[in-house]
C-alpha cells in the first residue's frame, strides 16, 4: 500500500487519468491525497469532482482557494471568474450533490504513520502541526454547518496579515483560511503578502517563502502542499514538497509517493489557461 499526493488539477481530468495510469494506482491498495484546487481553468471540473468523489474512500482532498471560491459561486456570493471554465458544474444534474461533498472536505490531512502533513498553501511560522490542524476544523466546522454562506460572504479579504490567538469571528476564521489557502510568502513573524503570485526570484525586501521562515514548532517530517505554480515544484528545502507543477500552464501533473518521496507525473499537459 502506498499514499500519494498529487498537485493542483484545476480541471485537468485527462491528465489526472493519465498520471493514475504511471503510478498504477489501485484504489484497493493505494491511498491519494489531493493538494486542492480541484476546478478552475481547465476543461473539465466536473469530470474531475465526479472522479475524485467517486473514488470514495480511497481518496482525500483538501480545499484550496479555487474551489472555496467555487463553493461562494454555488451559493450565490460570487460570480465564476473570467478564465474559469466551471460553468458545466452549474448546470450539472449532480450539481448539488458535489457541492455537499466538496464542503465537507478538510483544509489538512495528517498522516502520523508517514509523519506528514498537507494543506493547499503550506503551514506559516506560527503554528505547529497540531495548532494548524486545530484551527484548519474551526474554518471546517463553519463550511460544514449552516452558517456556511455567511462565511462564504466574509472570506474574502487579505486583512488581516498576521495570526493572533486574540482573534475572533470572522476575522479569525480568514486569516486562517488565508495561510491555509494561499499563502506563498510571509516575513519573519509570520505575516502574509498575499499579493505577491511570482517565483522565488522577485520576492519583496522583507519577505520569504513561507517554508525559508525558521518554525521550531513544526516537528513533522514533511509538508505538501500546492498553490504555488511558479516554484514548478522546487523548494530548496528536501522537508517542504511543492505538488503545484503548473499542470494546467502546459507543464505536468505531480504526484509524490509520500512513503519514499519517489515523484512521477503525467505524460502530457493540460490543454487549460
Known sequence: MALYAIGDIQGCRAALEDLLDVIAFDPARDRLWFAGDLVARGPDSLGVLRLVKGLGSAAETVLGNHDLHFLA???????????????????????????????????????????????????????????????????????????????????YGNEPALW???????????????????MRITDARGAL???????????????????????PALHVRHVLFGHWAALEGK???????????????????????????????NREGCSGA
Open 164 to 182: 493572533s490567538d486574540d482573534l475572533t469571528g470572522t476575522t479569525r476564521l480568514r486569516v486562517i483560511t488565508n495561510y491555509l489557502t494561499r
Open 235 to 265: 523548494t530548496s528545502h528536501p522537508r517542504f514538497i511543492a505538488l503545484d507543477t503548473g499542470c494546467v500552464w502546459g507543464r505536468h501533473l505531480t504526484a509524490c509517493r509520500v512513503d519514499d518521496g519517489a515523484l512521477f507525473r
Open 73 to 155: 459561486v454555488h451559493h450565490g456570493i460570487s460570480q465564476t471568474k473570467p478564465k474559469d471554465r466551471t460553468e458545466p458544474i452549474l448546470a450539472a444534474p449532480d450539481r448539488d450533490e458535489l457541492m455537499d461533498w466538496l464542503r465537507h472536505r478538510p483544509l489538512l490531512l495528517r498522516d502520523t504513520t508517514l509523519d506528514c502533513v498537507l494543506t493547499h498553501a503550506g503551514i506559516p511560522c506560527l503554528w505547529s502541526a497540531e495548532k494548524a490542524q486545530q484551527l484548519a476544523h474551526e474554518v471546517e466546522s463553519v463550511l460544514q454547518g449552516p452558517d456556511i454562506t455567511k462565511f462564504l460572504a466574509d472570506m
Open 193 to 215: 503578502d498575499l499579493k505577491y503570485k511570482q517565483g522565488l526570484e522577485k520576492i519583496p525586501a522583507g519577505f520569504q517563502p513561507w517554508f525559508a521562515v525558521e518554525n
